[in-house]
């Protein structure tokens, strides 16, 4: 007789997993349309947005090209669907390249994912950045003069990515593409730069030969409204599911996924996973509550595991601050100041102005919210607050280090409660050290 273990899997077992699996998706019809990154055949939304794009390309048969075209605001407020959208339908007029850069970590690997747009392998960063430029200036005029046009769009999006470098000067590598510009308008062709990131391209830190030259020629994406979301939501349900989705349920998605910066994409995932949460033939509100629960958890672990050394004691100084702060907000000096105190006695802390980046870094993966207050003569400063309870991301930090973080101020808590029971005021304050110890605070 063969025994199976509860842990191992059978065939058996396997089936019954894929018919349950299967009921469940009996509900979608195409769940491709509940895709945040599949491109639809028309945009909700966005007109005015298009509008302003579209007077910037066309202008070339005016005989204008705009060098640099700065596209941003936040995280699934529609930029890179629209940008796509546009040169998708402009293919009479240009050609176009799409590259994404946040897979990269220096300027180098940046030009090496530009290059691999046009089918080139990538270089050695013994060839130097302005051999990439000198390839990339040849594949573009190969590839203009293949499809008989005069206009290139290269599409650079999460474009800060390229500002995470610290040993290389993006602003060269941007006064290189911008040479290359000029240098393609010799021979008659041109070519223009949409940049597509969370901030504008004249906030980062970029030298003045740069911003003279490219100009100011922005596109700025608010965040989605609660209707516009919903009207996404409609549009998309109607296609992805075999059902018709009561309007309470989209109307439910809609007002989570604006009051949450106003992200389509992130209502489109609510979406979906209620509908694989739910029984295969009814959405009801306790699945969208579960499926909210269920990315929160999901988008936390996946932003605090993979965060690096020091952005994960970051978010573990910010955990520790707020669980001994009422106000919900903590200071960037506190937190580096926390940051130095948890991190371990033979690691080197980053700079205060390294930190500054990292905590703008966090605040971009939606785990943090900002804020920049007055404090009179000290001028300005900036607060942060986690979007999440500081239980929920402390144990992803650490969970043995949450653990004695949480009981050292239950101890806390209890001793200051005896303390506040203690009279005349002389007693307490001869007392203090004695419960404190007790409690080993």
Same mark, same amino acid.
């Given at each position: ?62 005989? =204008? ?14 930029? +890179? ?16 390249? =799409? ?8 300027? =180098? ?54 500002? +995470? ?277």
């Amino acid at each position: 007789m063969i025994y199976v273990l509860p842990t191992e899997l059978s065939k058996a077992g396997l089936k019954k997993i894929r018919r349950k699996l299967e009921k469940q998706n009996s509900i979608f019809s195409q769940k491709k349309y509940l895709d945040g990154l599949y491109l639809p055949s028309h945009i909700i939304g966005r007109k005015k947005q298009a509008e302003e794009l579209l007077l910037h390309i066309e202008s070339l048969r005016q005989g =204008f090209v705009v060098p640099v075209i700065s596209v941003y605001g936040r995280s699934g407020s529609g930029k +890179s669907t629209l940008v796509k959208f546009v040169c998708n339908n402009i293919d009479d007029l240009a050609c176009f390249a =799409f590259a994404n850069l946040r897979k990269a970590k220096t300027v =180098f690997g940046c030009a090496n994912i530009i290059l691999s747009e046009f089918g080139m392998p990538s270089l050695k960063s013994a060839d130097g950045i302005n051999k990439t430029v000198d390839v990339l200036a040849k594949c573009i005029s190969e590839r203009l003069e293949s499809h008989g046009k005069k206009f290139m769009i290269l599409v650079l999006d999460e474009y800060d990515a390229i500002f +995470s470098d610290k040993r290389n000067n993006p602003s060269d590598f941007m006064y290189k593409l911008l040479t290359l510009e000029e240098e393609l308008r010799q021979k008659d062709l041109w070519l223009c730069i949409i940049t597509i990131s969370n901030n504008a391209l004249s906030e980062y830190t970029l030298d003045d030969r740069i911003k003279s030259r490219m100009g100011n020629s922005e596109v700025f994406f608010p965040p989605y409204t609660k209707d516009d979301i919903s009207q996404i939501l409609k549009d998309r349900a109607e296609k992805a599911f075999t059902k018709k989705i009561e309007d309470k349920i989209v109307q439910y998605c809609a007002e989570i996924g604006s009051a949450e910066h106003g992200d389509a994409r992130r209502a489109l995932d609510l979406l979906r996973v209620a509908g694989e949460l739910c029984d295969g033939t009814k959405i009801t509100i306790h699945d969208i509550d579960s499926a909210n629960q269920k990315l929160q958890k999901d988008r936390l672990e996946l932003v605090v595991t993979n965060a690096s050394y020091h952005q994960k004691h970051l978010i573990g100084a910010i955990c520790r601050n707020l669980l001994n702060d009422d106000s919900g907000w903590t200071a960037t000096s506190a937190i580096y100041d926390r940051y130095k105190s948890i991190i371990q006695d033979d690691v080197n802390p980053l700079s205060y102005r390294r930190i500054s980046d990292l905590l703008v870094e966090l605040k971009n993966t939606g785990l943090v919210h900002s804020r920049t207050i007055s404090r009179g003569r000290a001028g300005y400063g900036t607060e942060y607050r986690l979007l999440f309870s500081p239980h929920m991301v402390g144990p992803y930090v650490g969970k043995e280090w949450w653990d004695r973080v949480v009981s050292k101020k239950l101890r806390k808590d209890t001793a200051n409660a005896l303390l506040d029971r203690l009279k005349p005021r002389s007693r307490r304050q001869s007392s203090y050290n004695s419960i404190f110890k007790k409690y080993g605070i």
